[in-house]
């Protein structure tokens, strides 16, 4: 196990920094972006034996069960916030550092599956149809997603840029 | 993906802006040692045949989200509940990813091996029902936090000192927080506690109602609940679990609840939440 421990470190190391990049990607925020890596990664870790026989690219590996795990929390999250009543949470953009990107604010209203397809796409780079392998879905799913984002997008975009 | 959809000026703005250097999210040196510990942790919990067995020489994350606040006051973007064009994504659970060659969930859990660890568990470790610690039970809270049995305890008020609803100013005064410099939060920020992350995995802070969420990492909540553990635990641990599919939610003190998360039938989350978040 001591080896095992040993191999995860280094790729820990390794990966750290662009795990958490593309968490910010996936997430919009530094916060869920370091709690998805950690959740990620600890799960990744203590089966590290397994995931290293299945694939060559462990962060591949981590990067999809990333954008997996955000889609099922934000789930999670939403019925909890249905149940408890909360109330819309007010934005704090005078602290982030995207405050002028008409594109970040626009990414930010997308709920998260169109926002992984759009991450997996423009952030990893994938197809089509590594988006659907990788998020479960089917192809067609992911065409429609991706077109609703992108439609979504130019819109939002669109507002800001009659607006200013 | 080349169709009449392709969006190449907007393509291209998106993986500008993922590009961007901005996007680097900074993170503490112990940060990656934290991360193996965590996963010790996790493979123990797993594979351990009793609880006490995990209860010694944890290490948990101590420091990526320390150092995020002082760079980057956002606050967590903890959901949407504005979302509204989520199309066919809702009603539909989360697929794991299919791919024969890397899929990160699919051996998780071994139906048969996690039920042999789960009567392995309950044979050995026997748990007390959360009747015996009643949340508000008089002089219980003053409790919170300190180590029973080896773990620390979260709920049902509080953990230690820090308590569900205190404001930022009184808890940075008592000295609960390690990264108070970053100051208080607009809206909500999300916070660690001065006494290292082997307990609390991280505390989010509203500007308006104050402590409203306290994620455990190590800690358990009074009756046992802790995470590792199956559904079956849980409910023993704290009867009349509210929820379904995956998320319950438990009363804990007055104004406070906890909230357990699961995945693939087991507790991945456990935090202790204000009933009045603010903009948590």
Not at chain 1, 58 to 72: D, E, F, K
Not at chain 2, 66 to 85: E, F, G, K, L, R
Not at chain 2, 109 to 125: F, K, S, Y
């Amino acid at each position: 196990m001591a080896g095992d421990d040993e191999d995860f470190a280094e790729f820990v190391e390794s990966a750290l920094p662009g795990l958490l990049r593309y968490g910010h990607a996936l997430t919009g925020n530094p916060h869920d972006a370091a709690d998805l890596v950690q959740t990620a990664l600890e799960k990744v870790g203590a089966r590290w034996r397994e995931v290293r026989r299945k694939t060559q690219d462990p962060t591949a590996y981590v990067r999809r069960a990333m954008a997996n795990a955000h889609i099922s929390r934000w789930r999670r999250t939403r019925r909890e916030n249905l149940v408890a009543d909360i109330p819309e949470r007010q934005g704090n953009p005078a602290s982030d550092p995207f405050e002028h990107e008409p594109l970040w604010q626009a990414l930010r209203e997308l709920p998260p599956r169109q926002r992984a397809v759009i991450v997996l796409r423009y952030y990893e780079g994938l197809s089509e149809q590594e988006i659907a392998r990788s998020l479960g879905i089917s192809q067609g799913t992911v065409k429609s997603q991706a077109s609703k984002a992108i439609a979504s997008l130019r819109s939002r975009l669109t507002v800001v840029t009659e607006e200013q | 993906m080349s169709n009449a959809d392709e969006p190449d000026e907007l393509g291209q703005d998106l993986r500008r802006l993922f590009a961007d250097e901005r996007l680097t999210v900074p993170h503490s040196e112990g940060a990656g040692e934290a991360i193996v510990a965590g996963a010790r942790r996790r493979r123990r919990r797993r594979h351990a045949a009793t609880g006490s067995a995990v209860a010694t020489g944890v290490l948990m994350l101590a420091g990526v989200a320390v150092a995020v606040p002082q760079v980057y006051d956002s606050p967590p973007h903890v959901a949407s509940p504005a979302d509204s064009d989520d199309g066919d994504a809702r009603g539909q659970e989360p697929a794991e990813p299919t791919t024969p060659e890397a899929s990160p969930e699919e051996d998780a859990a071994d139906p048969g091996r996690e039920l042999h660890e789960q009567r392995e568990r309950e044979r050995t470790t026997p748990r007390s029902p959360a009747a015996e610690v009643e949340p508000g039970e008089p002089g219980n809270g003053e409790h919170d936090g300190m180590t029973f049995g080896g773990d620390p305890t979260l709920g049902p008020g509080g953990y230690g000192a820090l308590r569900i609803g205190m404001g930022f100013e009184d808890a940075r005064e008592a000295g609960l927080l390690a990264n108070a410099g970053a100051g208080p939060p607009e809206g909500c920020d999300s916070y660690t506690l001065a006494e290292g992350t082997d307990s609390v995995r991280t505390v989010r802070i509203s500007a308006s109602t104050g402590v409203a969420v306290i994620i455990a990492s190590g800690a358990e909540t009074p009756a046992g609940a802790e995470i590792g553990d199956t559904l079956d635990e849980v409910s023993e641990a704290h009867p009349g679990l509210d929820g379904d599919a995956g998320t319950y939610r438990a009363k804990a003190a007055e104004g406070a609840h906890y909230l357990f998360e699961f995945d693939e039938g087991v507790l991945e989350r456990l935090s202790l939440r204000s009933d009045d978040p603010g903009e948590c």
